[in-house]
Structure formats: C-alpha cells, structure tokens
C-alpha cells in the first residue's frame, strides 16, 4: 500500500459524458502528478500540482483539467469523453515540488463505450 | 523535448542475469528513475541515479552515464515475480517534468 488513495477503481461511461477521477495523496506529501497510461502505452505525464498550485503541464487535453485542494487532494476531470481517453489514470504523490521517488495509487481504469 | 529509448520486451530464465537498457535525450537532465510495474498494478520505485556511476539495492543495480546519455537497470538471480515492465524516468531540470519511457516487458521463465 503506497498510501496514495484513487477513486473510483473502476468507472465505465460512454463517449460525450464527463467523469471525475479523485486522488488522495499520501500524509505529508505536498505534490500530486496525474498520468495516462492506455493499452500497451507508457505513463503519459498529464500535470503537476505542488502545495494547491499548478507546478507542471504536460500532454493534457483541453477537454481534461485538474485542481488540487487545500486539503491536498486533487481531482482530474475529463469532459466530453471519447473512446480513445479510455485508459488508467494514475495518480502519484510526492513530498517536495520535484519529482523524486513517486508513491502511485491504483489507478482509475476509464472505459469510454 | 525529451526522448527516452527502451527494448519493448527482453526474456531471460530464472536465475539469470539481464540487464534493461535506457537511453534519452533532453534539454535539461535532472535525475534518471526505475520503475517496476506489474500487469494491471501501479508502478513502483526502484532506484534513483543522478551521478555516473553504479547504484546497488540487493539484487538490483542501476548504472548512469550522462556524457552518453545512458542508464541500465541489472537484475540478478532472476525471479518468476520479476516478470514485470521496467520504465526507465527522466527528470528534466527546466521543467521539473518526470517523463517515463514506454517501457521494457521482462519475461522470466522456469
């Protein structure tokens, strides 16, 4: 257990609908990473919150956007699904505001139909 | 931009030796990260390497080169549950952006 808590396991919706992806990161850590990884694919680095504010930005869509609350945790939300954002979406924590040794949770495995 | 090369799959036998290969390109180098991810479950961290030279963590070993732009991840006395994907990271220095590669399937068998 890396103490890096994700909701839901499991989501299945279909295409055009939106979805919301929880992250609680472990006690004490300040940064929340969110990343893609479809069938067969690496992770894909979508973005980086530290301490409430955006840190990093990567390869995220314009129809995804992220937000880390003052309690730390962060929420991914993806909006006018389609079947290709079907993939598992993992969320990592870390301590300081550069990435060194992630802790991930298990994943949000999205099914877009 | 960064780029970062790794074999897709390796085989190798239990109790055996391999080694995964990562090369990369980036504009800012700032620390290169191994990872172990088994089927369906989350990565997890296996070593960190931000000067040349060989780390040792039991029976796993990783090396870095910066001057090529190079790194190896050694496993010894292979197991069935090594039979994993090994992501080779890197983070770059402007960005503070950890990129993984795609990753190298390891298949150990009996």
């Known amino acids: 257990d890396s103490g890096v808590t994700q909701t839901p396991k499991h989501l299945i919706t279909a295409t055009g609908q939106r979805v919301t992806l929880r992250c609680s990161p472990r006690s004490g850590d300040l940064s929340v990473y969110w990343y893609q990884q479809s069938l067969d694919q690496g992770l894909q680095f979508l973005i980086q919150y530290y301490n409430g504010e955006e840190r990093a930005k990567g390869n995220i869509l314009e129809r995804f956007s992220a937000q880390q609350f003052p309690d730390l945790h962060s929420e991914l939300n993806l909006s006018s699904l389609e079947l290709g954002d079907s993939a598992l979406y993992f969320c990592?924590?870390?301590?300081?505001?550069?990435?060194?040794?992630?802790?991930f949770g298990e994943g949000s495995r999205l099914t877009v139909l | 931009g960064q780029n970062i090369d790794q074999p897709t799959e390796m085989t190798a036998t239990e109790g055996a030796i391999v080694q995964i290969n990562c090369t990369y390109q980036t504009s800012g180098f700032n620390g290169l990260f191994w990872y172990q991810q088994h089927a369906g479950e989350a990565p997890t961290f296996l070593s960190y390497?931000?000067?040349?030279g060989l780390e040792e963590k039991g029976r796993f070993s990783s090396f870095l080169s910066r001057s090529k732009g190079y790194s190896y991840l050694l496993l010894k006395e292979l197991q069935m549950k090594d039979s994993a994907s090994y992501l080779c990271?890197?983070?770059?220095?402007?960005?503070?952006?950890?990129?993984f590669g795609t990753g190298t399937r390891l298949q150990v068998f009996p």
């Open positions: 990271a890197v983070r770059d220095e402007n960005t503070d952006k950890l990129i």
């Open positions: 390497n931000v000067l040349d």
């Open positions: 990592a924590s870390s301590h300081g505001g550069a990435p060194g040794e992630l802790f």
